[in-house]
């Protein structure tokens, strides 16, 4: 793409018009923040009367049919219109949420991006140049330079106090500022084509027209922390278990690493686009002042340097031997710009935002896809006397219960290839005998969760109950049983129309399904 100029320069020195890597960079950038912006915010602002109010109603329709059979396929309208009525204003809820994100991202980058400059001049006590008595000579030959790098307006020049040959652009506003730190003022008169170097460099800047995305992407590096983990910490703290808090915790952080690396390779990308101008005497001095750099610049320097402002000095060398290796995608960086596109993605966001604990490595095997219809199901319990079950049975102490089901008891399950399962209990019951009683344990209602497999394992998990009711009967003793949302693990067999799952749990209890693969 063609880089932006200021102005029309004469011909001769002024280089021309060159593609550079930085707007590309810049664009992956934003891309990168906004995408993980709105990850975080999908917790911030929660109406959690809301979210209860919802919850109780969608529990109060466990009297009427499903919305949809999953053994047949059809919708039941009034079920459906009764779940949607329950949902209300959810989906409104949720784009006002992203839209208060982003304003609040955008008010924070606003914010970092008009103070940026005054806090360069305040913090480095910064002086014009034109109000420096004995700078004439100086003055004459930076306006003689700024002709020759074609701005059509010359910027301000500003001095700072520190000793490094060296400078900065940066704008405020309508104006450019180029500072020349102090050391490179006294090279003017001791080293002149350093001084012209490095003048020339920060010229290039301005020429490329890369100062304002220079102060954007910095301002957005700063947002993100500002605008979305700063708010989201707060809306986590004490209101979120913790295992969701590790669960989101590890994203946010990898997330705030994809946007500092992405920004940072923004940075980099403007450094090789100014070199690039650079021409005959002034690379050739520039190109000695990188090679009295004498940091390190091994393997391990350059891992580190996606995590720098400026690229490595033996990389701009490098490129400036070498100026078409300015547009070769380096890994790192063409990694963080497939994430950043990955998060803005429709399919992916939503995704992350409905299901955060779901992973593009989990295994399915197709085998299971399909509706399954039970036809024997066992099921081994331990029971305390003490509990409410042992109460209700009269035991003095602890006992085991063993129930099975059949093929009349009416249960189905759905597996789905994007790895959601949906259990339909169509007054499903299992009965046994516990201390001489004989016990019934029923069950009606939807529920849906996630599911995967590998090695022979099987794996449930992100469970949500919207209603299912569970009563079990001891004698002629009946009570409700409170069912959380819980992950099992255990082991199956899948054949063409069988299918066979056995879940076992931490206390030794276990069940073990039968299925046959329904013709619906």
């Known amino acids: 793409m063609p880089t932006a100029a200021e102005g029309s320069g004469p011909a001769g020195a002024v280089a021309p018009p060159l593609p550079s890597a930085t707007l590309g960079r810049f664009v992956a950038a934003v891309t990168a923040v906004v995408g993980t912006s709105m990850f975080g915010w999908q917790t911030v602002l929660v109406d959690r009367e ?26 039941n309208e009034e079920s459906l219109a009764a779940v949607q009525q329950c949902l209300g204003t959810l989906r409104g809820d949720s784009l006002r949420q992203m839209a208060v994100g982003l304003a609040v991202l955008a008010a924070a980058t606003a914010a970092v991006y008009l103070a940026a400059p005054w806090c360069e001049r305040w913090l480095r006590d910064l002086r014009r140049l034109d109000r420096v008595p004995g700078t004439g000579a100086l003055r004459s030959a930076l306006a003689g330079l700024v002709r020759e790098a074609g701005l059509r307006r010359p910027p301000v020049f ?19 500022y180029v500072r020349l730190d102090l050391g490179l003022v006294h090279a003017h008169r ?43 910490a707060v809306n986590y703290v004490g209101s979120v278990p913790v295992r969701r808090l590790l669960d989101d915790g590890w994203r946010l952080a990898a997330f705030a690493l ?81 994430l950043a596109a990955g998060i803005a993605a429709a399919g992916t966001v939503a995704s992350v935002l409905l299901r955060p604990t779901a992973t593009a490595t989990v295994s399915r095997d197709p085998c299971l896809v399909g509706v399954w219809r039970l036809t024997d199901g066992r099921y081994h319990l331990l029971v305390a006397a003490d509990s409410l079950l042992g109460g209700m049975a009269g035991l003095t102490r602890d006992a085991t219960l063993d129930l099975a089901s059949g093929a009349e008891d009416g249960s189905a399950t ?25 016990v019934r344990y029923t069950q009606r209602g939807v529920q849906t969760y996630r599911w995967s497999t590998a090695g022979g394992r099987y794996r449930q998990y992100d469970q949500v109950d919207p209603g299912v009711e569970t009563v079990v009967r001891v004698g002629d003793r009946e009570a409700d049983l409170p069912v959380g949302p819980e992950e099992n693990t255990g082991t199956y067999r899948c054949d063409d129309d069988r299918l066979t799952v056995r879940l076992e749990y931490d206390d030794g209890a276990w069940s073990e399904e039968s299925f046959v693969r329904s013709p619906a």
């Open 50 to 75: 809301a979210t209860r109010q919802r919850a109780e109603c969608l529990a109060g329709l466990s009297g009427l049919p499903a919305p949809v059979d999953v053994r047949t396929g059809t919708v």
């Open 190 to 232: 001791t080293a002149p084509p350093l001084f012209r170097a490095v003048v020339l460099h920060e010229l290039a800047h301005v020429r490329n027209a890369d100062v304002h995305l220079t102060r954007l992407a910095i301002a957005q590096s700063w947002a993100f922390p500002l605008a979305v983990l700063v708010p989201v």
């Open 258 to 338: 994809i946007v500092q690396v992405s920004v940072w390779s923004v940075l980099r990308a403007r450094e090789f686009a100014a070199d690039a101008r650079l021409t005959g005497d002034d690379r050739a001095a520039a190109r000695a002042l990188l090679a009295a750099d004498r940091r390190r610049s091994g393997r391990w320097a350059r891992l580190g340097s996606v995590f720098r402002f400026h690229p490595l000095a033996q990389a701009r060398v490098d490129t400036l031997a070498h100026p078409g290796r300015r547009f070769a995608a380096r890994p790192v960086e063409a990694l963080g710009a497939g």
């Open 414 to 438: 759905a597996y789905r290839a994007d790895g959601t399962a949906t259990d339909l209990y169509d007054l499903t019951a299992a009965r046994g005998t516990l201390g001489g009683n004989p």
């Open 158 to 176: 500003v001095v700072s106090r520190s000793a490094r040959v060296s400078g900065n652009t940066f704008d405020a506003g309508p104006l450019r």
